[in-house]
């Protein structure tokens, strides 16, 4: 089992950044495909970012690529977002998720583990 904690959410103007991270409990967090997820009131949860095990290569969604940046710590078992340039469109609640086995990064249903997720608003 792998414990996941996301915090660093928060209210932020347009144009503005945020870091988000998510803090890995349990069985060994290098061992896992890590990634971020996000979902919007009535919308699907869609991908954001993902990272293997190693810390690359990386993946992201066409929305987010060049604006957000997704790293891991492997030493610190915690998993970071850094988001900038960030516009209301990126307003949603943010999870992270953890995988052990996938075909597809950026496929939620191949993620075995999800934490609670933490709110991001951007205002115009």
């Known amino acids: 089992q792998v414990q996941l904690v996301e915090s660093g959410g928060g209210l932020v103007q347009a144009g503005g950044s945020l870091r ?3 803090a890995a409990s349990g ?6 495909v890590m990634g971020w997820f996000r979902q919007a009131p009535g919308k699907a949860r869609e991908f954001v970012a993902a990272v293997m095990w190693s810390g690359t290569p990386t993946y992201y969604a066409d929305s ?3 604006r957000f940046i997704i790293s891991r710590d492997n ?3 915690t998993m970071y977002l850094q988001m900038n340039g960030l516009k209301p469109e990126d307003t949603a609640v943010y999870f992270c998720a953890a995988s052990y086995i996938l075909t597809r990064t950026d496929s939620a249903s191949q993620y075995q583990y999800w934490g609670q997720g933490t709110q991001v608003t951007v205002s115009s």
């Open 75 to 77: 030493a610190k078992n």
């Open 20 to 22: 988000l991270s998510c």
């Open 64 to 66: 987010v690529k060049g």
């Open 27 to 32: 069985r060994i967090f290098s061992g896992y």
